[in-house]
Antibody, heavy 122, light 108 residues
Framework: EVQLLESGGGLVQPGGSLRLSCAAS????????MSWVRQAPGKGLEWVSA????????YYADSVKGRFTISRDNSKNTLYLQMNSLRAEDTAVYYC???????????????WGQGTMVTVSS | SYVLTQPPSVSVAPGQTARITCGGN??????VHWYQQKPGQAPVLVVY???DRPSGIPERFSGSNSGNTATLTISRVEAGDEADYYC???????????FGGGTKLTVL
């Protein structure tokens, strides 16, 4: 069964850091790009970042560029999101999602994790 | 930056057809994907590449894309189709994924 399981969410103070992980199973991880999508409470979906299957290409939303870093370890079938300089507006459920292609361009997201909540508050 | 515009809400009676639009500049030149999200759940892909359906998605869900408007059509609407629906594209000009604001489908 294809599955994505996020972890690492929690409560953090403004300016703090957090690292999210997403463990993948049931498919050849390195053959697919992966992405992070977030959803603030009561709001719509917002794309955060994407990474190609090899990890050689990364993409970021303007709202997180320079603060967040996406990475992957294909030997561990795991996707990461390092979040620094966190702000209140980063509060959201963070989903990892499997892209339908390897390059992260024009892809759909065909598998989603259950999400992990990140709350930025003092 | 590229913007996708969806109506905030659409209402339809059971058994009727729901059409949810997604507007964008020359969106017909892009591949459009659609997601269904029920309360407290992760999104589910229901249509990809304008009009293809993932396995397990009923044939009642279909999509089209031309000009400045993409449309998700749900035929013979059921109570279980009540959810938020989002369109999504890749904007090659900015190398960003773009989501529409979402449409809440209410089954009367």
């Amino acid at each position: 069964e294809v599955q994505l399981l996020e972890s690492g969410g929690g409560l953090v103070q403004p300016g703090g850091s957090l690292r999210l992980s997403c463990a993948a199973s049931g498919f050849t991880f390195s053959n697919y790009a992966m992405s992070w999508v977030r959803q603030a409470p009561g709001k719509g979906l917002e794309w955060v970042s994407a990474i190609s299957g090899s990890g050689g290409s990364t993409y970021y939303a303007d709202s997180v560029k320079g603060r967040f870093t996406i990475s992957r370890d294909n030997s561990k079938n795991t996707l990461y999101l390092q979040m620094n300089s966190l702000r209140a507006e980063d509060t959201a459920v963070y989903y990892c999602a499997k892209n339908t292609g390897i390059a992260a361009r024009s892809d759909a997201f065909d598998i989603w994790g259950q999400g992990t909540m990140v709350t930025v508050s003092s | 930056s590229y913007v996708l515009t969806q109506p905030p809400s659409v209402s339809v009676a059971p058994g009727q057809t729901a059409r949810i639009t997604c507007g964008g500049n020359n969106i017909g030149s892009k591949s459009v994907h659609w997601y269904q999200q029920k309360p407290g759940q992760a999104p589910v892909l229901v249509v990809y590449d304008d009009s293809d359906r993932p396995s397990g998605i009923p044939e009642r869900f279909s999509g089209s894309n031309s000009g400045n408007t993409a449309t998700l059509t749900i035929s013979r609407v059921e109570a279980g189709d009540e959810a938020d629906y989002y369109c999504q594209v890749w904007d090659s000009g900015s190398d960003h994924v773009v989501f529409g604001g979402g449409t809440k489908l209410t089954v009367l």
